[in-house]
């Protein structure tokens, strides 16, 4: 045993000042009375009859030592040391998107940590205590805290993520752990089947509940009016679940379904909404019936017309195949000049210019660049020219095979395997900010990205006609369509998003801010420097991006699902294990408990209270 506060033992000096004061206090009181003679006969009965009296006095000095001890304990605070009856625990909580479903309004989250607020209160006082929680990063909440209304007051405002969250972080964690400790008990907590586990207790918190999800949800603009369709699924059981479709904010259904499920197939479905002159923003697809997770019963699709019209110059002395090419996308108004008739002080207002084998004294600035065999190096872009180089047979053009985004989306739909083949090329220097798509020796002929005024800038290191045969190939008009869409990007390209994905905004000319607020209402402002930004979607709901290009604001909404394998009320994971011999050693308990010393001074005072009272009735 030992003291938190051994000053405290100084109070049992109050002993030997108590007994003093036994010894020194008068034993008689004064009393009048009519005669000695009654006096003396009234102290004869009540000793016969009360032979107790006569000790009254050593009880009550008793009684008060061994309420001044128990007051000198209880301040001085003693702790007894149990061998062996604590330990060290770390709590894994899973704090992905599935812990989101409910049962009575209580979901698996809550549960999970209800579970390890009663394990951390049932353990032994001198227990340490680690917790980690999966989600949109793995986090430590706390380590090796040893108290216990610590430990549990840091639970509080813990709430799960909507993302698919991994496990390897928190299983390295803990491993590293328990390499430290081989005595650590590990727990899961989760809503997850592992099938292995090893030195890991597992305590599953599903409970088999409800839950329908709509997904894949899509739409087609026909000849009569509007099709929508989607998959829909069961998780637990059988169903047959109604669907209904809205058009923008309408309270009422456009159109219904009924459909029959069968648990864990999906169930595709096409509805009809007969309008010739349909117009509308938005598509809600929802299913009517209620489940433990509200979160995959929706999803909400978005109408954007194209409907913008570009403005290009192409400076060029034979315009042919570039004029063909961008005749072919989009709404786009081409005008025509020879590098002769070039000025760069009148021709502007131009969302792109083309400069095809010309390269002119200055870069313009108030919209994105083209260049085509540059014919000299120029201040803003990013490139460098280096000379000609002549090959003197035809050598194969080779695509970027980097798995970056920008490469991806640059380069989708073209054919790796097709032979293309180039005789003479521009050799450039490229700045880091620049994306190389086609090579040839190792040497960039095709790149993009954004020159110093923030526009962006496209550059093919050839002539179109005279050194390739890329314009006669399928790879030359699909890399084509993607630079034009690469230079007249939509803010946001559409597609399906999931919490957990990366949505990429695209950074138009003349844009100084864009704003992302997120379907909790938070706000975030993304950097404009580069051609895109990505922007991580970790919410189910609706998101605003709104940018301010030209001191106009232009918004655009998105629409961010449960991830697919976060919607199963019941999941299979592989393994959670951790490796190496569990020691059988423990870390020594402690008991601090003082209530019973109060307890027992409550007991010596009444009792003290009682003998006082008893003597008080005696002397009268």
Known sequence: MSFLYPLGLLGLIAVPVLILIYILKRKYTEQVIASTYLWTLSERF?????PISRITGIISLILQILAVVCISLAIAHPVFVLPGAANDYCYVLDGSGSMNISTNGVTRFEKGLSEIENRIRATADGSYYTLIVTGEVTEVVFSDVSEKDAAIEKL????????????????TAAQEAFTLNPSLEIV?????????????ELVNVSGGEINYAVTDAEYAITQAGLTVGG???????????????????AEAPAATGKFEVVKGEGKTFSLDIADEELSFSSVTVRVREQDALPLD????????????????????????????????????????????????????????YVFDSYTPAAMPSDGAVWFVNPTASLDGSGFSRRGDEVLGKAYEMELNTSSSTKVQNLLKDTVSGERISITQYVKCGLYSTFTTLVSCNGDPI???????????????????????????????????????????????????FYCGDELTVNVLTGCTAIRVESPSGEVEYLDTAEASVEYEMTEVGEYTVTATINNVMQSVNVYCSLPESERKVKDEEVSFSVSG??????????????????ILLAILVVADWMVYCYEQYQLR
Do not use: C, W
Request: a negative charge.
């Open 446 to 496: 095709i790149f993009a990205g954004s020159n110093s005024y923030g526009n962006r800038e496209v550059v093919l290191a050839f002539r179109l006609q005279e050194d390739t045969d890329f314009v006669l190939s399928y790879n030359y008009t699909v890399l084509m369509r993607n630079l034009i869409n690469y230079t007249f990007p939509a803010l946001v390209d559409d597609g399906t």
């Open 231 to 249: 998959t829909l699924y069961s998780y637990e059981g059988d169903a047959e679940l109604n669907v209904d479709v809205y058009l923008d904010d």
């Open 188 to 200: 899961l907590v989760t809503d997850k089947d592992f099938e292995v586990h090893t030195n890991v």
């Open 156 to 171: 509080e405002g813990l709430a799960p993520s909507y993302v698919a969250s991994g496990y390897t972080s928190a299983l």
């Open 46 to 50: 009540l000793k016969k009859k009360n």
């Open 297 to 352: 019963n929706e999803v909400k699709l978005y109408h954007r017309e194209s409907a913008s019209s570009y403005k290009m110059l192409i400076v060029s002395e034979t315009p042919y195949f570039l004029k063909a090419i961008f005749a072919t996308f989009g709404n786009t108004q081409i005008y025509v000049v020879s590098p002769d008739s070039y000025d760069p002080i009148s021709d502007t207002g131009y969302g792109l």
């Open 581 to 598: 011999e569990p020691s059988t050693e423990r870390r020594d308990g402690l008991y601090d408990d003082l209530i019973f010393i109060f």
